[in-house]
């Protein structure tokens, strides 16, 4: 099948798989999507990865076996003015001169608006929850993207959703009664294998750990932070590390930690290249806490479980509750409270039973339920129903 694939990607994980690949544009960052792609290449399938960039000049086509990337040169501001008309044009017209059989398009933004303008049948992927993306984020940018995801709903036919919740938002403010597929996220073998190998246990005293992108209210990191400043209290041994982007040395996160007396113990690392991010939460790490309020479906929690690491989150938070099985496979509190995360962290660096087992509960769902092999097994069932009709 020749598959359009209409996303932001990283754009360095698939480089060596086209010529001048070492010339690629950054592009996004959203490594998920390339192992995707990847994966179905593997299936014999021939993609084209259409997406943009800010650092380009002209439009870009870069030439593979299986592969073609075809890249649109983004504005790095003021997009959302037209709703991305720019961009969408440019990846209309790449989309219409290829005529690929099927394009996946993923957020219900740019990329689905410009596939359902192209004419060719259309997958769109709902990755988040838009009316709640812009009750935290009150700006222009995301006004915009709401009204663009009410045209996709308008014009779209064939949805899927990465969780149940998300498919539930989606019907109750954009399209009622839509026909929405749920297909989670999925991950590659790899990082499960990651998760096969036991961690020594740390003598040192209990790391624990966030993965979270930008210091928001939605991410509401600082309830991680004084929920560990009760755990550092009694266990002056443990740890914090902080992963991501607004999360490094001298960043918003440390400096709001500094200025209230909350930064001993804890490790602001930032953001790390993805294969070394997995590797130093898989080796260094014995719990997760992901206090975000807002999450369609957390990559991050995700690569946690795969991981084999506890993760604790929030009970009301759109889509960690699929991912955890409502409880069972992992710990949800109310992460507006920082009491009730702490002391579901103290339970779990107490308990090195208790820590294991929802370790290993979480590890084995998500290695039936989330590989990405069995999720792209049911894309390729929806390409293959979307064309029939």
Request: proline share 4%.
């Given at each position: ?14 480089s ?8 690629l544009?950054k ?14 290449i593997?299936r ?7 997406t ?21 040169r ?9 709703f ?5 044009n440019?990846l ?9 059989q099927?394009i ?9 608006l410009?596939a359902?303008a ?20 009150k ?6 993207r709401l ?11 064939h ?5 149940e919740?998300t498919a ?7 399209k ?12 590659p ?12 246990d ?10 979270l992108?930008?210091w ?5 990191a ?19 590390l902080?992963?991501g982007?607004d999360?490094?040395?001298g ?10 007396n909350?930064a001993e113990g ?7 290249p ?5 590797q ?8 997760i806490?992901h206090?975000?309020?807002?999450e369609?479906?957390?990559m ?5 479980v795969?991981l ?16 955890l099985d ?5 710990v949800?509190v ?9 002391k579901?962290?103290?339970k ?8 294991n ?9 998500a ?15 929806m ?7």
């Amino acid at each position: 099948m020749n598959i359009g694939f209409a996303s932001p990607v990283s754009l360095q994980f698939l480089s060596h798989l086209v010529v001048g690949g070492e010339t690629l544009p950054k592009g996004y960052q959203f490594a998920p999507a390339a192992d995707w792609v990847k994966e179905l290449i593997g299936r014999g399938h021939h993609v084209t990865v259409y997406t943009t960039a800010t650092d380009i000049e002209t439009v870009r086509t870069f030439l593979g076996d299986g592969l073609t990337i075809r890249i649109a040169r983004g504005r790095a501001k003021g997009a959302g003015r037209d709703f991305f008309a720019v961009e969408r044009n440019q990846l209309k017209q790449m989309m219409v001169e290829d005529q690929c059989q099927l394009i996946h398009a993923h957020w219900t933004y740019q990329f689905a608006l410009a596939a359902l303008a192209s004419g060719i049948p259309t997958l769109v992927t709902i990755h988040d929850l838009p009316w709640k993306v812009l009750y935290y984020f009150k700006d222009a940018h995301r006004a915009a993207r709401l009204l663009m995801a009410y045209q996709v709903a308008l014009k779209g036919r064939h949805f899927s959703a990465v969780s149940e919740e998300t498919a539930s938002h989606f019907r109750t403010y954009f399209k009622p009664r839509a026909k929405i597929h749920v297909i989670p996220n999925g991950l590659p073998d790899s990082v499960f294998e990651l998760g096969g190998r036991s961690r020594e246990d740390n003598k040192h005293g209990i790391v624990f750990a966030s993965v979270l992108q930008g210091w928001s209210r939605r991410k509401n990191a600082d309830a991680a932070i004084k929920a560990f400043r009760i755990i550092h209290q009694d266990e002056p041994s443990s740890r914090l590390l902080m992963f991501g982007v607004d999360y490094e040395p001298g960043g918003p996160a440390h400096r709001w930690a500094i200025e209230r007396n909350l930064a001993e113990g804890i490790t602001f690392v930032g953001a790390l290249p993805y294969d070394k991010l997995l590797q130093r939460v898989g080796w260094e790490v014995d719990v997760i806490v992901h206090p975000s309020l807002d999450e369609a479906f957390s990559m991050a929690a995700l690569e946690a479980v795969a991981l084999r690491k506890p993760v604790i989150a929030g009970s009301s938070t759109p889509g960690m509750r699929e991912i955890l099985d409502f409880g069972r496979s992992g710990v949800l509190v109310d992460v507006r409270n920082p009491d009730l995360i702490a002391k579901a962290m103290a339970k779990l660096a107490k308990d090195a039973d208790y820590r294991n087992e929802m370790g290993k509960r979480g590890f084995e769902r998500a290695s039936t339920l989330y590989r990405l092999n069995v999720v792209m097994s049911q894309y390729e069932e929806m390409y293959k129903t979307i064309l029939k009709s």
